[in-house]
């Protein structure tokens, strides 16, 4: 999802960058926050990681589509852009308006606490699980900011 926004605040369209992801559309998301909505804990630490990683994925994908609206709407209100240095045309794409900065919030805190429930994971996924709270803790300060 990083090189997505990357590739967004470089000046391509949100239709060429990110929702080249295809987490980030509405329906996926949507889907997503369902299942999460549904789903019941499982005690067991294979389906704790699995859940963990879901959870990133759909904490990144959302704080993607924000970010770019976020973006887009500060460079619009701005007039700060040229055709060819930035494309402000949303393409259609709405950037899930159903969920609001709580919500946000609430989905990249859940998965942030996935990573650190004190589980004795092993040392790949240890690292692999403090890299991915970085990233989401980078993207959550730079929606806030």
């Known amino acids: 999802a990083t090189t997505r926004l990357e590739s967004m605040l470089a000046g391509s369209s949100v239709a060429e960058s990110t929702y080249t992801c295809l987490y980030a559309h509405d329906c996926v998301l ?3 926050a369902d299942y999460f ?3 019941q804990s499982d005690t067991s630490l294979p389906k704790k990681c699995t859940l963990a990683a879901q959870r990133a994925v759909y904490a ?3 704080l993607l ?3 770019s609206d976020s973006v887009r709407t500060v460079v619009q209100h701005a ?3 040229e055709e060819e240095d930035f494309t402000v045309n949303a393409y259609g794409f709405s950037f899930l308006p159903e969920i609001n900065e709580d919500g946000l ?3 990249v805190e859940s998965a942030i606490e996935s990573f650190s429930c004190g ?3 092993n040392k790949p996924d240890t690292e692999d699980a403090e890299v991915i709270t970085l990233i989401l803790g980078f993207q959550r300060d730079m929606f806030d900011a």
Do not use: Q
Request: hydrophobic share 45%; glycine share 0%; net charge neutral.
């Open 37 to 39: 909505a549904t789903t």
């Open 30 to 32: 949507k889907d997503m």
């Open 105 to 107: 919030h609430s989905a």
């Open 65 to 67: 589509v924000k970010l």
């Open 60 to 62: 990144s994908a959302l």
């Open 79 to 81: 007039d700060i852009y």
């Open 119 to 121: 589980e004795k994971w």
